[in-house]
């Protein structure tokens, strides 16, 4: 697989607005939140894994025990696509790159490894999307040919109004994994994802 040429961006640089504390130091089972974005990225061998995050003095000393690069988003207020832009200027050597937020923390690794192959077997696709039942979800696996368009993108409806427009390059891999659907919004969310974790991992 292309592993050598894939990145990762974890998006924890949300307001958390619908959830008491900070959500990406949220522990489920023995990690926190952040801990188990990077370890999904690290233990499959991703070398360039980028966090875009907005309170460094809690997020820096927990990226600093990994190898992944901390990048601080001044204008979070101004939504999520704004942290994408901010974290794709990072990316370095990579043909595609992996985009989670750091609220879907239990995807499985082979779900990855799903979506690398389907890459490695067909590159003439732009968007590699997981799909469970019929659903799609995170993280989806995106070409850094898309790099210029984000980055030049006016925002409108964020970064799915700009996949919108390329339906005709993108491809639905099949995955047998729940977890690219369950987010942690609320504190009732988080607590589902512990029931969730003890019972899977």
Do not use: W
């Amino acid at each position: 697989m292309t592993n050598h040429k894939s990145g990762a961006l974890i998006l924890a640089a949300g307001l958390s607005t619908r959830m008491k504390g900070f959500k990406p130091l949220l522990r489920v089972g023995d990690k926190r939140l952040i801990e188990h974005a990077i370890t999904l990225f690290e233990n499959l061998g991703i070398p360039s894994v980028t966090v875009v995050g907005n309170r460094s003095q809690e997020l820096t000393p927990i990226i600093a025990q990994t190898s992944s690069r901390p990048v601080y988003n001044d204008n979070f207020q101004d939504g999520m696509f704004s942290s994408i832009q901010c974290g794709v200027k990072e990316l370095k050597d990579c043909g595609a790159f992996f985009l989670l937020p750091v609220d879907i923390p239990l995807v499985h690794p082979a779900t990855l490894k799903k979506l690398l192959y389907a890459r490695d077997n067909d590159a003439s696709r732009l968007i590699y999307y997981p799909q469970f039942l019929g659903r799609r979800g995170h993280p989806p696996l995106i070409s850094a040919r898309l790099i210029p368009e984000i980055l030049n993108y006016n925002g409108q409806d964020g970064m799915r109004g700009l996949l919108r427009r390329y339906t005709d390059k993108a491809l639905a891999v099949p995955v047998e994994d729940q977890f690219i659907t369950i987010d942690a919004d609320t504190r009732e969310d988080v607590l589902h994802l512990r029931e969730q974790f003890l019972q899977t991992f």
